[in-house]
């Protein structure tokens, strides 16, 4: 009744007297044994928790970072109608100036001789050609940021074809015009031919370097982009670099890996280094993330001159 009623309250085990020496030691080696187990039970069931916890929380990141990317993808789709819709009034207004311009000496000479007292007319007379050329310059400056937006946001992969890389990062520029706006751009671009390349993929690799070290300069108030292009033996190079923080050594081996991203959850998604990494892959070229003398992080491009034999994009 005893050894029913001590178990029955919780004992882990129960040892009568008069007992043993031997069998008093041996029960109190199993109940330390018994003990170690549920501790290391009690150990491992708090980190598998602790890594559940841990997973639970990146897969809720991921998932937010999935549906960013996803709506960026949307945009993309977006931005080509969008820019087609911004052509059709900018055609018009280009071709009402064109037609002002081929008025403006009949306009004029009306004034010289109507009003030629009158100050208003000199100073209209004045001032309207170079209204004129600024509304051009202007139009101009719309078509090519419509272009290149067009470029960018067009879904279906791009055919390969000769294409000047100088050409692509002057669209890259305008496309991340808005953000180098509180930062000093510097172009250090040689003449390089053609080669044989999807333009369209290519600025977008030049886009998402060029957003990143923008983004880079946040905390800086005398920020710095250099962008380079040189054509050396059967090899064009680009360099994008900045002086912002830099990549902290231990993060170079994976910051093209997917996902990884040293910035804020809402600030990215880790994908833009990866896809850039695929696309400068597909190209049978290089990218590599070093240094930058001028302080910060340096991306380096190498493309192929000639494209391998029997390259089959995939």
Not at 57 to 83: C, F, K, N, P
Not at 127 to 152: A, W
Not at 246 to 254: A, D, L, M, S, V
């Amino acid at each position: 009744d005893d050894l029913v009623e001590g178990l029955e309250s919780g004992a882990d085990d129960f040892l009568s007297k008069p007992f043993n020496l031997a069998e008093l030691t041996s029960r109190i080696a199993a109940g330390i044994r018994i003990v170690a187990y549920e501790n290391q039970l009690a150990e491992k069931t708090a980190r598998l928790e602790e890594y559940a916890e841990s997973m639970e929380r990146l897969a809720e990141e991921r998932a937010r970072q999935l549906v960013h990317a996803d709506r960026i993808a949307t945009l993309g789709m977006l931005s080509a109608g969008i820019a087609h819709e911004i052509n059709n009034p900018t055609s018009f207004i280009s071709g009402n100036v064109q037609m002002l311009k081929r008025f403006w000496p009949f306009i004029e000479d009306a004034l010289a001789r109507d009003q030629s007292g009158d100050e208003k007319a000199r100073f209209i007379t004045k001032e309207t050609p170079r209204l004129l050329d600024e509304m051009t310059k202007g139009i101009r400056r719309i078509s090519t940021i419509v272009s290149g937006l067009k470029r960018y946001a067009r879904q279906e992969r791009s055919d390969r074809e000769p294409a000047s890389l100088a050409e692509c990062i002057e669209d890259a520029v305008q496309l991340c015009s808005s953000r180098l706006k509180k930062v000093k751009l510097e172009r250090d671009v040689a003449h390089a031919p053609p080669i044989e390349i999807s333009a369209q993929e290519i600025t977008q690799v030049l886009v998402n370097l060029i957003v990143n070290a923008a983004d880079a300069l946040d905390r800086t108030s005398d920020g710095r982009i250099r962008i380079g292009l040189r054509d050396e033996a059967n090899v064009q190079i680009i360099s994008v670099e900045d002086n912002g923080y830099g990549i902290p050594k231990e993060h170079r081996q994976r910051i093209f890996d997917p996902f990884f991203t040293t910035k804020p959850p809402d600030r990215g998604t880790g994908l833009g280094l990866s896809i850039s990494h695929g696309i400068v892959r597909d190209h049978d070229g290089s990218i590599r993330v070093e240094r930058s003398p001028i302080g910060g992080a340096r991306f380096v491009i190498e493309l192929p001159s000639a494209q391998k034999e029997g390259h089959d994009s995939q």
